[in-house]
């Protein structure tokens, strides 16, 4: 009896732990100043859902096209469709590229490549999110 007590006790806490996490976690996901860095962009916009050949569509923890090779100059737009918070960060952090603050479902995020070059990046969240844009000439 006194184990099963234990037990429901522990599994309570368990449960209050996990929701004040939750709700803590989304907090700051919405809150983006906690993750602002100096040298972020803040391109983040809601969505009107135009969408043309240079849109990547972040749905289902993945960013779609994976790849894709634009001309420099142009300017690219990710949407995120998911209910969680993403970024776009480009892998390397010294080097200029892609670096959002946190942005959610219906909401975009544009970054202009301006130099040549393959430009690897991921989601800082979720680093299983991988993608890459290549800019020619």
């Given at each position: ?78 949407i ?5 918070p ?9 080097r ?29 969240p ?5 993608a ?6």
């Amino acid at each position: 009896m006194k184990k099963n007590k234990i037990f429901t006790i522990v599994m309570i806490a368990t449960g209050v732990g996990i929701l004040i996490s939750h709700f803590l976690f989304h907090d700051l996901m919405g809150n983006s100043n906690h993750h602002k860095k100096d040298n972020q962009n803040s391109n983040v916009v809601r969505v009107d859902h135009k969408q043309d050949s240079n849109t990547i569509e972040i749905k289902k923890y993945a960013f779609t096209p994976e790849k894709k090779t634009v001309k420099k100059g142009t300017t690219v737009t990710w949407i995120n469709y998911d209910i969680a918070p993403h970024t776009v960060t480009i892998d390397e952090e010294t080097r200029e590229g892609p670096k959002s603050k946190f942005f959610g479902k219906g909401e975009k995020y544009t970054y202009t490549f301006n130099e040549v070059g393959i430009y690897p990046y991921h989601c800082e969240p979720h680093p299983y999110m991988k993608a890459m844009i290549e800019v020619t000439e």
